[in-house]
């Protein structure tokens, strides 16, 4: 999974990146169960499974690509302590460009030693 993600670490000048395949094989899945969710009607259920990895791979696209990375550009500004501490745990995790010692993979969740710090008390 390193060897995809790597390209993620590296500045280059391209759009896309080698890292961008974890989207389209998790797209597969997520079709797969849509597919035979909505063919069978027994399997109904496995389409809300389909719908679930396609909301975490829309959400993460937006949190990680868009939001924290501005590959499109926008005007956000996170404001909630929640989105700093996360948008904040991702900077951590690209401080590091070797898979020995890169901290914070996940996102969505970062524990509290990524809180950003304000100068001023709310
Ligand atoms: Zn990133
Ligand atoms: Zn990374």
């Known amino acids: ?32 169960l849509i597919a035979l ?5 027994s399997l109904g259920i496995l389409k809300y499974f389909g719908f679930g990895i396609m909301a975490y791979g829309i959400f993460y696209s937006i949190f990680h690509d868009v939001i924290v990375h501005r590959r499109i ?7 909630s302590p929640y989105m700093k501490r996360i948008i904040n745990a991702h900077y951590h995790h690209h401080r590091k460009h070797t898979k020995e010692g890169g901290e914070a993979f996940g996102f969505l969740y970062a524990p509290k030693k990524y809180e950003v710090k304000s100068a001023k008390a709310e």
């Open 73 to 79: 550009k926008i005007r956000y500004k996170a404001k």
């Open 1 to 32: 999974m390193w060897r995809w993600h790597r390209s993620h670490h590296t500045v280059h000048g391209r759009f896309f990146e080698r890292n961008d395949l974890f989207a389209v094989v998790f797209s597969i899945p997520s079709i797969v």
């Open 37 to 41: 969710g909505v063919a069978n009607e």
